[in-house]
């Protein structure tokens, strides 16, 4: 990456600090020319500390290091996207993020409606689907997945691509709580599949 675009070893851009993985935010800091050419050498993300008016790699004294995945610079090249893997919290107070947030792998709504079923498991309310399934036991719980699942085989067959879709929702939507029923969550899945990335 070319590094000229920082104008002298004085000036400082903003680095913003992305987890390579979930994709959280985890904080910000400045880097000069020297601090940007540091991190490309030793992966280790540095910074250019203005209170202590010098170099700083995060980690430097507490061990939790910010390892380089790579370097983007924004559309007016006086912003750079790190990305990086967390070695331990990120923020010096002790949290995974300088904003007090954990830093878990999150999947949007998905995420949501895992945590609208795992409350209906907990908490069972009489006009709830979901209670109701959970009520029935794990067995009513695997046949309506297996019953969804031959219903997006048959829908795939056919040409009614509402229908397909609408059976592709019924089918993640029992899985969900299939995997709720075994005590696992969508992330559990996910971390399997990534183990078997080539």
Request: aromatic share 10%.
């Amino acid at each position: 990456m070319n590094i000229n675009f920082i104008k002298n070893s004085d000036g400082l851009v903003p680095a913003i600090i992305q987890d390579a993985v979930t994709k959280n935010v985890l904080m910000l800091g400045y880097m000069n020319k020297e601090a940007l050419e540091k991190t490309q050498q030793t992966k280790k993300v540095t910074f250019y500390s203005r209170s202590k008016q010098r170099l700083w790699t995060k980690g430097e004294e507490s061990g939790n290091f910010l390892n380089l995945v790579s370097i983007k610079v924004d559309c007016d090249n006086d912003t750079l996207l790190i990305y990086a893997n967390p070695q331990g919290p990120t923020c010096h107070k002790g949290s995974d993020t300088c904003w007090n947030e954990e830093n878990k792998q999150t999947y949007g709504f998905l995420s949501k409606l895992e945590e609208t079923i795992l409350d209906r498991k907990n908490n069972f309310l009489e006009a709830s689907y979901v209670s109701f399934l959970f009520k029935k036991g794990i067995n009513k719980i695997a046949q309506k997945v297996g019953e969804e699942a031959v219903e997006v085989v048959i829908e795939a067959k056919d040409s009614d691509d509402n229908l397909f879709l609408n059976e592709s929702a019924d089918l993640l939507f029992h899985y969900l709580v299939l995997l709720q029923a075994k005590g696992y969550t969508l992330n559990d899945v996910v971390k399997v599949l990534q183990s078997r990335e080539r």
